[in-house]
Structures are given as structure tokens and as C-alpha cells.
């Protein structure tokens, strides 16, 4: 049966998925959501004796119904390839009673990669499916993640090109690194004076510059996202969720159909809702657990129904946290608000306007799936050394903010339920953070040597990903005002 999609503050006008992947965001502003949230027609049995790719398609194959068997198939192909260091794609690794869902096996060591591998193809194949001739321009805010994962992503993939603005001074030094050094003629990096979330809505002010996007017509050209707000990056981080509880099912950890806990780290929301959705097509979850850091909006939101970004944006240890509006929280707010596209854009705009909202006794009721809680700078260190001493497991700083609530949880409710743990970043990716906590005397060594130090200690082989930038050189060094966003995009597009 076709999934339609249509926005979370539009008038009802519904479109096929090909379409919402190449919009990003709808043109009044909303996001696409599924008209239904489709149900898994395998059993979790037959999933368990799957493949990554062939659990893919199954999920996949649910939401993108215009696509054909052959298109997502060879999407799925060309995405989770070797670009991943591992065959499984996203290993569960079992550390004190819990079950870490590595998600960092791709290109550029963050759980991004499951979603952007696979995010350009399902374009440039929605792009044909729509006869569109336009070059396709992908505009992209980054809290350090998303960008090099983007990046890796579209980097020479004919008919696009993509720009990526993130913090200048809100990312990881190897994060930084990792960006400014893509080559590729179509990419292009830049640094703004300000956080993500200013990022962020300097690019949704782009995207929905009307003058612009007439010029852009004109040119041949077209935005699109590879933020989480495509539906087109939601889909694919679905996958992941329903694989491993398959995989706990093939190794006996779970009898079928017992309901387990998710615990996600959580920023814009993205990955946590595509565990709800995996929960809503079947997948036997219990509570979904969201944690945050110091910027813990979500956690006032989830105890008091009200969401109010009006406080101090924090710089932490795990930056691509570090975001006061959670985007995708709206998909949420739309489906508890009985899918009312007008009560939503009330909030929104209430959003917006005072930097807050508050929902209804009846949306609030229908939170009980989730769970928020968050964790200290102290506390996020605490955690990754004490499970380093323990079992000699070495996390990343988000990761350690999802252990650490994950904790917490268990002692407040006494809630034993198996849990898998969204392991998002590699430690190697946030090696200082990571060092620094499982001991001090780190703190004088240079970013290189720490790298080296922790795969001695870890035990791990150094990822590629690290290898690659250890000597490469710096390409993209420009920086700009947040006023200052839409003149360097057309200056890049040389309109
Ligand atoms: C992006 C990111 C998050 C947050 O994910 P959301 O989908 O934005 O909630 C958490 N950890 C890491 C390492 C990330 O890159």
C-alpha cells in the first residue's frame, strides 16, 4: 500500500516519497511525515536470518513505495559497502548488561554515515524518478557530524554539489579537521560566528527565501536537505533498530517478541524518532530513552510539557548535542496533536516567536513511551572511565551520555529489561574528551598521540577515517557571519 507524505504545518497536500526526499523541507516550512506508519510484513524470525542490506530493503521498501525493488535494492547496494569496516554494518558489542549498537563503522566514524551513504543515492534516484534537470544544491547546518558525513556522502556524485556550515567554535578539533579537508569540486565548508542552532535557522531561512529560490530556478539549480528533517535520512536510521533486535533474536539474547529498552543520545531528535517509528511498525520496544547533555531542553520537556529554548546554549564534550531546538521533535508534536497540521504551527510558531510552547494534559499523556534524563560534563566523564575499568571498553563523550542516563533509568525505576545502547561516535573521533576523562596526565599530549594511546589502550586498530586526515591538507578555510549565509551561497553558486 503507497505511503504519502505530507507537511507538519501544511493544508493536507500530500506527496510521493521520491518528491519529499528531493524537497527536504516542505515549502511552508514543515517537515514530511508518513501518512501512516507502515508495519513490518516479515516476522522478526525471518529478519533475524538477514543480512544488513536485506533488513534495509525490508524497512526501506515499507516508506519509499514509489521507489521500485530495483532502485532501492541498488541504492542499498552502492551505501552499505565496503565504505564500512565491518560486514555486520552495526555490531552489538555487550558491555556490563547492556548491548552497544555500534553505529560508527561507516566512512566518517559517526552513526551519520548509516543514513548519509545511503542519503545521495535515494536523490539523484528520486531526482531522475521526477525528470528533474536542475543541479541539486544540498545545504546542510552541522553540529560537527552531520557535515563530514554529508560531505563523504555527495563529494563528486554527479548533479549535486553541497555546502556545509557549522560552528566555527562549537566542533571537536578532529571533527574541524575532518571538514575542512573533503576534496571533491563540489563541496564547499564553511565556519559561522555562532552555535548550531543559528546555523540551522540560517539555513531554513535560506531554503525558504522565496526570491531565492526563483533565482536558483533561473540557474538551473535546486536546494535540498541532508539534514534529519529529510525524511530521506529518518527512513534509512530505522533499519538499524529493527536489525538489532533481529540480531538479538538470532543469538538467543531475546526470545521473540520480549519487549527491550532503547537508549538514545540525543540532539535534533532524528535518531530517537526513527526508534519510535521502528517501535510503531512492530519492533517489540518498551520505553525509549532519551538522553541529553548539559543542554537538557528535551528533559524539561519530557517532566513538564513545556518547551522552552529560552536558556544558556552550553558547549560540552559531546558537541553534536550541543542544540537547544531539536527539529525533529516536531514530527512528534504533530502526531500527539492527533496529525492537526494547524495546532502544530501554532506551537511552532509560538517556537518562534517567544522561544517556547506548551503542550496539552492530552499530548503530554501520549509521551509514556519515552523517558528523559540527562548527564553532567562530570558525570559523562565518570562514565567513560568507569566502564574503560570495568571492561575495558572505551565509549565516546555521547555515547557515555546515553550509558550514564541509562544508569540512572535502571536505579529510578528498576526497569532490568534488556537495553540497547545507540553507541553514535567512535572514541577516535572525540579522543581528547575520551582520554582526558580515563585519566589527566593525557591532557599534555598532542591530538595524534592521544589518537595512538587510545588504540593501544583500547585496543582497537586506528579507523581510516583518522588515518586520513592525520596528514591532509586544509582546503576549505572560510568563515562568515551568520547575516552573512545566503551571499556565500550564491557566491559559491555564482549567481
Ligand atoms: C548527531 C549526533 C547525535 C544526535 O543525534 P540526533 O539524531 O540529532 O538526535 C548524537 N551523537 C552523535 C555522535 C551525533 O553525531
Known amino acids: ?209 522565496k526570491e531565492l529560490a526563483k533565482e536558483m530556478e533561473e540557474k538551473g539549480f535546486q536546494f535540498s536537505s541532508a539534514n534529519s528533517i529529510n525524511i530521506g535520512r529518518l527512513v534509512p536510521q530505522i533499519v538499524y533498530y529493527v536489525y538489532a533486535y533481529a540480531k538479538l533474536l538470532k543469538e538467543e539474547k531475546v526470545a521473540d517478541g520480549e519487549v527491550i529498552n532503547v537508549v538514545v543520545p540525543t540532539g535534533n531528535f532524528g535518531n530517537i524518532l526513527a526508534a519510535f517509528y521502528a517501535k510503531n511498525m512492530g519492533v517489540p520496544v518498551g520505553k525509549l530513552i532519551c538522553a541529553s547533555n548539559d543542554n ?37 508534536i504533530y502526531r500527539i496533536a492527533g496529525n492537526d497540521a494547524q495546532k502544530n504551527a501554532q506551537l511552532m510558531s509560538s517556537l518562534s516567536g517567544q522561544g517556547k510552547y506548551e503542550i496539552t494534559a492530552e499530548m503530554k499523556e501520549q509521551l509514556n513511551d519515552f523517558y528523559g534524563n540527562y548527564a553532567s560534563e562530570a558525570e559523562t566523564a565518570q562514565t567513560i572511565q568507569k566502564l574503560y575499568e570495568d571492561c575495558g571498553y572505551v565509549i565516546d563523550t555521547h555515547t557515555a551520555v546515553a550509558a550514564c542516563v541509562y544508569d540512572k533509568y535502571v536505579k529510578e525505576t528498576g526497569d532490568h529489561a534488556k537495553t540497547v545502547i545507540a553507541s553514535t561516535a567512535s572514541p577516535f573521533k572525540f579522543t581528547r574528551s575520551v582520554m582526558d576523562a580515563i585519566d589527566h596526565k593525557y591532557d599534555a599530549m598532542g591530538d595524534f598521540e592521544l589518537v595512538d594511546e587510545l588504540s593501544k589502550i583500547a585496543n582497537v586498530t586506528v579507523p581510516n577515517a583518522i588515518e586520513e586526515i592525520r596528514s591532509a591538507d586544509i582546503v576549505h578555510d572560510n568563515v562568515c557571519e551568520v547575516g552573512e549565509m545566503k551571499q556565500i551561497v550564491k557566491d559559491f553558486l555564482k549567481i
Do not use: W
Open 1 to 209: 500500500m503507497e505511503v504519502l507524505y505530507s507537511s507538519t504545518r501544511g493544508n493536507g497536500a500530500r506527496v510521493k516519497a521520491s518528491e519529499a526526499i528531493l524537497k527536504g523541507l516542505a515549502d511552508d516550512g514543515g517537515l514530511f511525515v508518513p501518512d501512516r506508519i507502515p508495519v513490518l510484513d516479515r516476522s522478526l524470525k525471518e529478519l533475524s536470518e538477514m543480512s544488513y542490506q536485506e533488513v534495509a530493503y525490508e524497512v526501506m521498501k515499507l516508506f519509499l513505495t514509489d521507489f521500485t525493488e530495483e532502485e532501492l535494492k541498488n541504492c542499498i547496494k552502492r551505501a552499505y559497502d565496503e565504505k564500512f569496516d565491518t560486514e555486520v554494518i552495526a555490531p552489538l558489542v555487550e558491555a556490563k548488561g547492556a548491548y552497544y549498537l555500534e553505529l560508527f563503522h561507516g566512512a566518517t566514524i559517526a552513526f551519520k554515515d548509516m543514513a548519509l551513504s545511503i542519503l545521495p543515492h535515494l536523490m539523484i534516484t528520486s531526482a531522475r524518478k521526477n525528470q528533474i534537470q536542475n543541479e541539486i544544491v544540498i545545504l546542510t547546518a552541522t553540529s560537527g557530524d552531520t557535515g563530514k558525513a554529508a560531505l563523504a556522502g555527495f563529494a563528486g556524485v554527479e548533479g549535486t554539489r553541497i555546502i556545509v556550515f557549522y560552528p566555527k567554535n562549537g566542533v571537536s578539533p578532529i571533527q574541524e579537521k575532518q571538514m575542512v579537508t573533503q576534496k571533491g569540486d563540489n563541496t564547499f565548508v564553511v565556519g559561522i560566528h555562532g552555535n548550531f542552532d543559528d546555523a540551522q535557522t540560517g539555513v531554513k531561512n535560506i531554503f525558504s527565501d
Open 296 to 332: 537538557k531542553v528535551l528533559y524539561d520537556f519530557f517532566a513538564t510539557g513545556t518547551y522552552d529554548r529560552n536558556r544558556e546554549f552550553m558547549l560540552t564534550t559531546s558537541p553534536s548535542m550541543d542544540i537547544l531546538i531539536s527539529s525533529n521533535l516536531e514530527r512528534l
